[in-house]
């Protein structure tokens, strides 16, 4: 404003809310891209700037102001028709489901702190964007990606935000419930930005580009993975946090019992210099006190070196026990698998058996049936020339003929009944005497199942006790020599005190000599 001359036409209140410079063509130009609050002011602004003339600051150059309406592309409803009725032939998608018709519009460039709960951690809230943009229709599903527009914002800040993994602007998916609700908020979006008011505040202003989904992101299916895929994430997330607080834990409490050791070293410390102290001037002259620290040195060398003997017998004999468990171990898995292999070709074996045996009986059965067919066949040639027989009769024969004919098809049908149910009794006892036969058979391999468990069963009890054995023998002979070696430092340390008090008589027996 103080470049510009007194006679500019614009207002404060018709101003830009949005503005950004854009890569100029040549150096005779300036190219900006803004936006306005709404449609009235842009065009009052058009009209009363549009070839204006003012100088800039500290110039005598006079500039030229050329303003117009930008026009940017926007889709269609054409547009998307024809787009989702080329791709379904190629998808194999259907406009029966969700996210795969024109039902989801992409909101990019939105800001996150806008639709977040907290400000320490800006995630989209979904309750936000449905009370948001529910304005055009009825919201099926809502969905959202985190991404940062390099054009949008400063190279400082989007790097900023890259760097502590914030999130500034994310893309949001709308899928609405039909096709009226979608083309309503496609058109009611058209040319529009975000404005956010506070009371007693200025309102702020964000652009956003608005499109129409493509690829499918909210079919049942992909939202679906998409959702199982953040709870794992979460949950990783979790562990890893909880894993972290174990081991902070943990050091703090190693450090805690350092300084409590140290304390109880240093207390311990200033107690046995207090004794020597107190102790030494009534017993000991000059030279005395050199002799009794020497000694005590020896004593603490002494004493040193048998703990380091003992630690390392104590680590060659755990570094055996270890070796042997391991072979141990080693050997119980080879029995294991050698059992588990036997088991399976015992069951590949049965299985192959049962195979072999129902492709028996299937093969007798359609034996059986080829022979039922074969007769059935015969007993209807037979009819056949008994009719023919019969139907040439009566020509020849006189009246009582023809009741004859008629009493012997009544028998020849009896005959047939009689037949077929013969036949399907036999059928009948055939067949229970294969199911019989099965039940036996599937009963004798569950028993023989049944056994090969609680067999192997006891063996892993045997095993278990074995092991369990092996172990308590270990400890009672870890305990015996872990005995035998401090009963030898007792005797060490008993051998020297002897040493020192025969020395301390023998320089109270030279006192009085002195």
């Avoid at 449905?130 to 800040?157: H, Q, S």
């Avoid at 200025?202 to 956003?208: D, H, L, W």
Wanted: glycine share 4%; aromatic share 8%; with cysteine.
């Amino acid at each position: 404003s103080s470049g510009i001359n007194a006679e500019w036409p614009l207002r404060p209140g018709e101003r830009f809310t949005h503005i950004r410079l854009q890569k100029s063509p040549a150096l005779e130009f300036l190219l900006f891209e803004g936006l306005f609050q709404d449609r009235e002011i842009m065009s009052y602004v058009i009209k009363n700037t549009n070839n204006s003339k003012f100088k800039a600051q500290g110039s005598n150059v006079v500039l030229t102001v050329k303003i117009k309406e930008d026009s940017y592309d926007y889709p269609t409803v054409d547009e998307w028709e024809t787009y989702f009725k080329t791709i379904n032939g190629k998808r194999n998608w259907s406009e029966c489901h969700p996210g795969e018709r024109a039902d989801t519009v992409i909101i990019k460039n939105l800001p996150t702190k806008w639709y977040s709960l907290d400000s320490n951690n800006p995630k989209p809230c979904e309750r936000f964007l449905r009370d948001a943009f529910a304005l055009y229709g009825t919201i099926r599903k809502v969905d959202y990606e985190d991404c940062v527009e390099d054009g949008e914002l400063g190279d400082d800040i989007t790097a900023l935000g890259n760097q502590f993994g914030i999130p500034l602007t994310f893309n949001a998916y709308i899928q609405y419930q039909n096709y009226a609700h979608f083309k309503a908020a496609m058109s009611g979006l058209k040319g529009k930005q975000l404005m956010r008011l506070f009371p007693g505040q200025k309102p702020t202003f964000s652009p956003f580009v608005v499109d129409y989904e493509r690829n499918g992101f909210l079919t049942d299916k992909k939202h679906r993975l998409r959702k199982l895929e953040r709870e794992r994430l979460a949950e990783e997330a979790k562990r890893k946090h909880e894993a972290y607080m174990r081991q902070q834990n943990e050091l703090m409490k190693k450090q805690l019992e350092k300084r409590q050791r140290k304390k109880r070293k240093m207390e311990e410390k200033k107690l046995e210099d207090a004794k020597r102290k107190a102790k030494g001037p009534k017993r000991k002259k000059k030279n005395k006190s050199d002799i009794g620290h020497s000694e005590m040195k020896q004593i603490e060398n002494l004493e040193d070196e048998c703990k380091q003997v003992a630690a390392k017998l104590l680590k060659g004999i755990m570094l055996k026990i270890a070796a042997n468990e391991r072979e141990r171990l080693l050997k119980q898995r080879e029995d294991v698998l050698k059992r588990y292999s036997e088991q399976k070709k015992l069951a590949e074996e049965a299985k192959r058996k049962h195979e072999a045996y129902m492709r028996q009986q299937n093969e007798l059965m359609k034996k059986q049936l080829e022979k039922r067919q074969r007769k059935k066949r015969k007993m209807e040639e037979k009819k056949l020339e008994d009719a023919k027989r019969k139907a040439k009769g009566p020509k020849r024969k006189k009246k009582n003929k023809s009741d004859i004919g008629h009493s012997e098809m009544k028998q020849i049908e009896n005959l047939e009944d009689e037949c077929k149910q013969v036949a399907a009794k036999l059928l009948k006892g055939i067949m229970l005497k294969i199911a019989a036969n099965e039940r036996e058979r599937l009963l004798k391999q569950r028993e023989d199942v049944l056994k090969r468990y609680s067999e192997q069963k006891k063996r892993q009890e045997e095993e278990k006790k074995m092991v369990e054995e092996d172990k308590a023998k270990n400890v009672e002979a870890m305990r015996v020599r872990e005995k035998e070696l401090r009963e030898r430092l007792m005797k060490k340390f008993k051998q020297f005190e002897e040493k020192k008090q025969k020395s301390t008589d023998c320089d109270s027996a030279l006192i009085p000599l002195l």
